[in-house]
């Protein structure tokens, strides 16, 4: 009896496998999806490469045959970079691929709604475009992780690119002598305590009316830092508090900026005009930098492509 009831079950999986393969294969082929190539063992398929060459066509107008070209080394090229960042520990967020699409669509003076119904009506879907921009984003922080520290500009590049560039020695700009004065607030401080906080502010901020004997009595405060910030040009102070520095006077605070470690004010102890080319400089420089920074995201690439193993069906 158990060898019939074995003989039974062995011929119902036979016919189960066998109904399962005639199922299957009665699909249309056109809906079936197929592996187009293999990066160092993740799949890309064809479905992906038709995605990737409909978007190229549609934002270039290259044929068909060189869009098709095109998108297998723009997506053997993308894995490439979304390993590497993976493997260096980089993460982008999904709020930085929806805010770079959004770009694009406001460039095209359209919501990012209207720009997926515009995506979809030429056969693209949206994710194939926000793809895209996750693995840029991902490569461009890979690079500059990997690279931070080995960019060096030469002064002498930098001042022959400002001559190139025509830019002039005799430009005026406003340099500050800046304190940073932080209250340490936890961050999961309860409400009280933050309003407390934010009392000694003020009370400091109406009492602080020069760097001399403001700093001190601000370093007479509990969990209170004091730590000087240095001489910086307008140039290189962050647009919101440049504008609160613009209109203060020399011995006062900023109003309080919220910080991870609690509430930021920074102290203006000093404000002159000086001649400087520092504007044209800094501009000179990261035309340099990003010049530099391409290049060796070229090489980063390319050695990757090295070593990695592509197979193309």
């Not at 002498?156 to 304190?179: C, F, P, R």
């Not at 009370?203 to 007479?220: D, M, N, P, Q, V």
Request: aromatic fraction near 4%.
């Amino acid at each position: 009896m158990p060898r019939i009831q074995g003989q039974i079950i062995n011929l119902f999986h036979k016919t189960f496998l066998l109904l399962s393969f005639v199922l299957i294969s009665s699909l249309p082929l056109k809906a079936a999806t197929r592996i187009e190539m293999v990066v160092n063992d993740q799949p890309i398929t064809n479905y992906e490469l038709q995605q990737r060459s409909k978007l190229i066509a549609l934002t270039t107008r290259a044929n068909s045959a060189l869009a098709k070209r095109r998108a297998r080394e723009e997506l053997i090229n993308e894995t490439l970079k979304l390993q590497e960042a993976k493997r260096v520990g980089v993460k982008v967020q999904d709020k930085e691929v929806d805010s770079a699409y959004a770009s694009i669509a406001a460039r095209l003076k359209l919501s990012p709604a209207n720009f997926s119904s515009a995506l979809k009506q030429n056969g693209v879907n949206p994710r194939t475009l926000k793809k895209r921009l996750r693995a840029e984003i991902a490569w461009s922080h890979a690079v500059m992780r990997r690279f931070r520290a080995t960019v060096r500009i030469n002064e002498s590049d930098v001042i022959a690119a400002m001559q190139s560039n025509g830019a002039k020695s005799n430009e005026k700009t406003v340099e500050y002598n800046l304190q940073r004065v932080l209250f340490v607030v936890p961050e999961k401080a309860s409400k009280a305590l933050v309003n407390k906080r934010k009392s000694e502010m003020k009370k400091l901020r109406s009492r602080f009316t020069s760097c001399t004997s403001g700093l001190e009595l601000a370093k007479g405060l509990k969990e209170v830092v004091v730590k000087p910030v240095g001489r910086r040009l307008e140039t290189e102070i962050p647009r919101a508090n440049l504008e609160q520095l613009e209109k203060m006077s020399v011995g006062r605070l900023t109003a309080p900026t919220k910080v991870s470690a609690g509430y930021e004010m920074i102290a203006l102890c000093g404000k002159r005009s000086i001649n400087s080319d520092a504007s044209a400089r800094q501009e000179a420089e990261g035309e340099l930098r990003n010049k530099e920074g391409q290049q060796m995201s070229r090489r980063y690439l390319r050695d990757l492509r090295t070593r990695a193993v592509i197979e193309q069906r």
